[in-house]
């Protein structure tokens, strides 16, 4: 790429001419005409300084002097201690305590200039791939905020729902009740009127008949009627004289009684602010940069590693003694090692195997959230718990609907191998972010979950699964594989598998095209492989056997 702007030449420009360069000379940072060219390469001092085509110069945004800025004096001098170039004041006023100063131009000789501009191209293709990995890892922030927004909405909606609910159930139990109180007062109201407009009936007629009584009989048999119509009136009286103790003769209001706790509630609810909080739970992002980036950098340039220069190496066996088949193990960030038994207790080991802490329960599965915070699977309570191994409590119970077996943390999130070949992966508080359909002959036992990928075993089916964020299965593998059990990934993606049937390790690649035998415990006369993890993202990592006695330290070499 040429300038804009004419590079002239710098000898004649300072003779005060201007013809335009066509040579640029690196060592003398100025172009050259081709008159000046010929003196230039005739000139002992400059025969052998580096020119370029002026077509073929690209300006640097920058220009690079060679004098000191404070001093305005050629440096010539390089400090080691502070890394940098100076000049003859310099050393004075600001190295007077450095030691080994030395000639400038003795350290531009010296040094490799391609092998530096390699490592610095190193360096900076490695904070690039960081950058990127924020910028993805905020983009993928923003695609779980969006659901969680979607979800948050959801569940203000289920708390009116839920009060709404109970609501409409205590109406329509009152109303009820009212109806049926009503219903028998009215009954009983009734009742009590058809009983007394049969007595004014009687009355009536007897009235009608002491009216005739005397018309067409003798004064006897007037007597004796008269008479039995006044015993049958003095009943009637006596009737009369009895409905004024007669409960169903007192008049009755139909009320409702409020409930006291009614007036309390109501008075809760107008002195509440919000329905909830909605609060921001940060989560620090572990960055793994170190005090030289070029052993990352190097992981990171590679998509993935070459398996077949893998070996694997035994350091150290730890006896441990637990009371119960394994189903799962990590290794935490500060060296100590978890151990859970098949739906038993959870085991805390410090990193040379000794007991620190037992979590009772029926677990399965467990994974770590944060420096003191593990999350772990309990299948038939169908719940995963969040537990603080400093505290030793738990902070949080998410339900589910079905069984919950596998688990794995990344990126904030959960994902969890539920019954029926279903992979949810969940939030911190429960919510439901996605839900991938999987095929497996197995319960979903064992799954890594890592940028966006779910990576499963089928002990069953004899395979390795491979999805994607979407549900789409990415590759199956199936190859020298008889029981397949615990599963990691390295940093390259590649993923490590204990086959259980075989007693052998296995590695297969990250786009699962290939795998190796890492090791066979028959040869290393070691007990059946059950779970294997790495430590902290480095290349080295531990096993467990399937009967939880011992563990075995071992270190990943690439060749």
């Excluded at 001419?17 to 050259?32: H, R, S, V």
């Excluded at 004014?200 to 039995?228: A, D, G, I």
Aim: glycine share 6%; hydrophobic share 30%.
């Amino acid at each position: 790429m040429t300038s804009s702007k004419p590079i002239l030449c710098g000898p004649c420009h300072q003779r005060e001419e201007n013809p335009k360069a066509d040579i640029w000379c690196y060592n003398c940072d100025e172009g050259l005409c081709s008159t000046c060219l010929s003196y230039h390469k005739r000139s002992k001092g400059t025969q052998d300084h580096k020119t370029i085509d002026i077509k073929s110069y690209q300006p640097l945004l920058r220009a690079i002097t060679t004098e000191c800025d404070e001093h305005g004096q050629q440096l010539n001098l390089y400090c080691p201690s502070h890394l940098m170039p100076c000049c003859d004041e310099c050393i004075p006023t600001s190295h007077s305590k450095c030691t080994g100063i030395k000639s400038l131009a003795g350290m531009v000789e010296k040094s490799e200039i391609d092998k530096s501009k390699e490592t610095v191209e190193t360096d900076i293709h490695y904070i690039l791939n960081i950058l990127d990995k924020l910028i993805y890892n905020k983009s993928e922030n923003i695609k779980i905020g969006e659901c969680q927004f979607v979800s948050m909405k959801k569940s203000i909606g289920e708390i009116r729902k839920k009060m709404n609910k109970h609501l409409n159930h205590l109406e329509k139990k009152l109303c009820h009740e009212k109806d049926f109180i009503w219903n028998q007062e009215k009954s009983k109201a009734a009742d009590l009127i058809s009983e007394i407009e049969g007595k004014s009936k009687n009355l009536k007629e007897m009235k009608e008949h002491l009216q005739s009584v005397t018309t067409h009989s003798s004064k006897l048999q007037s007597f004796l009627s008269v008479h039995k119509i006044e015993q049958q009136v003095h009943q009637c009286q006596r009737y009369v004289e009895n409905l004024e103790k007669d409960e169903r003769v007192k008049e009755v209001d139909i009320k409702i009684k409020q409930n006291d706790e009614i007036e309390k509630i109501l008075s809760k609810l107008e002195s509440l602010d919000s329905l909830g909080e909605v609060i921001v739970v940060e989560t620090n992002v572990v960055m793994n940069i170190g005090t030289g980036v070029r052993r990352e950098a190097q992981v990171e340039s590679r998509e993935q590693s070459n398996i077949n220069n893998m070996t694997v190496n035994i350091d150290t066996e730890i006896a441990i003694d637990t009371a119960s088949y394994i189903s799962d193990m990590i290794c935490l960030m500060d060296g100590r090692v978890i151990v859970v038994e098949h739906l038993g207790e959870v085991n805390i080991l410090t990193s040379d195997g000794k007991p620190q802490l037992t979590i009772s329960g029926k677990a399965w599965s467990v994974t770590q959230i944060n420096q003191n915070t593990i999350a772990i699977t309990y299948p038939y309570e169908r719940a995963i718990k969040l537990f603080n191994m400093e505290n030793e409590t738990v902070t949080k119970v998410i339900t589910l609907e079905n069984e919950c077996w596998g688990l794995s943390f990344s990126n904030n999130s959960l994902a969890v191998g539920l019954f029926d070949d279903e992979i949810c992966i969940i939030d911190l508080d429960g919510n439901t972010l996605k839900s991938i359909q999987v095929e497996s002959l197995s319960d979903l036992e064992n799954l890594v979950y890592r940028n966006d990928r779910v990576i499963y075993s089928d002990l069953n089916g004899k395979a390795v699964y491979c999805y994607d964020g979407l549900g789409k299965q990415i590759w199956r593998y199936t190859k020298e594989l008889s029981e397949p059990e615990g599963l990691c990934t390295d940093t390259y993606g590649n993923i490590i598998v204990t086959d259980c049937r075989s007693q052998r390790i296995i590695v297969i690649s990250k786009d699962g095209q290939e795998s190796k035998v890492l090791m066979s415990f028959q040869e290393n006369e070691l007990n059946s492989p059950m779970c294997v993890c790495f430590i902290n993202n480095e290349s080295a990592g531990v096993i467990c056997d399937t009967y939880g006695k011992s563990l075995a330290k071992f270190n990943l070499s690439r060749g």
